[in-house]
């Protein structure tokens, strides 16, 4: 019996074989997955994949496994937006433990120092406005730089010594946020594209004399993503047709392509300048209506929806991005 048959008899159609293929969907939006411990960014990437039965997706940022907090995951067309919002400023808080310091600077690693100093709160304060602004960090040996062709932590752990060299990053603020024991500090930081927590963890320890390594670390912001947009595991998984839940409540969960673009100037246009802006072709903005801007990089619109992202100078746009949105002529 077909499976039409089965319907039609009223029988149960047969189950779909277990390495069946999911049939994807052309899924557009950002996920802000509140990722758990324990678990890599590439992994969470493809719980959520599959969970929209997503055509395409990535991150915006990668989260170390023991780290927890916001792992901006694009689907679709957001896809397009990632590197504005890799740009952005990223927040975290994190937990140094004094005392050791461990080959990979957190939980992970082996200790390869130690120390029976511990510093005080004033100590610390006083230390943190050396590593606040554009300072010089050398990347830790256990990180995804690539040297010669190959990951620095491949080559770390294959036993192979890694040098890297230092490189300006930019913290923007640094502060103490609790000091619950001897051993332990918790800190805020706000930095830009590039900074490592846990070789800010490591200098300060080494510049305390008592060494350090980050022993909790959660990502609370990431550009324009703050942790009210940030949705658990849990949740996703409950509003997935497969635990009963419907497609339309998974994609309420879903931010839209252009929340990746809160950080840039925005210009909208009429249908007309958006169609000639998806075929590629570039848009004068003239008269007494013409937007007052800097020139740069715009998120262009046009009634609410987004066209492209576009090059604006002496009051022209030229496309960038074109964005796959059904704008009449």
Known sequence: M???????AGAEAPPRPKNAKREKRDVNGWC???????MTSTHAVAVVKRLFSAKRAGHAGTLDPLATGLLPIALGEASKTVPYVMEGRKTYR?????GEERDTDDNEGRATAHSDTRPAPDQIRALLPRFTGTIAQVPPRYSAIKVDGERAYDLARSGEIVELAARPVDIHRLELVDTPDADHAVLAAECGKGTY??????????ALGCY?????LRRTA?????????????????AAPAAGGDRAALTALL???DAGLRLIPSVNVSRADAARLARGQAVLLRGRDAPIMRPGVVAVSTHGELVALAEFAQGELRPRRVFNLNVAS
């Open 2 to 8: 077909s499976e039409s048959d089965a319907r039609i």
């Open 32 to 38: 802000i997955l509140d990722k758990p411990i324990d």
């Open 94 to 98: 994190f937990t140094v433990r004094w």
């Open 197 to 206: 927590v846990r070789a800010i963890a490591r200098d300060m320890g080494r």
């Open 212 to 216: 350090g390594f980050v022993s909790a």
């Open 222 to 238: 990431v550009g324009p993503f703050q942790e009210t947009d940030a949705v658990a595991l849990a949740s996703l998984d409950a």
């Open 255 to 257: 931010q839209p392509v």
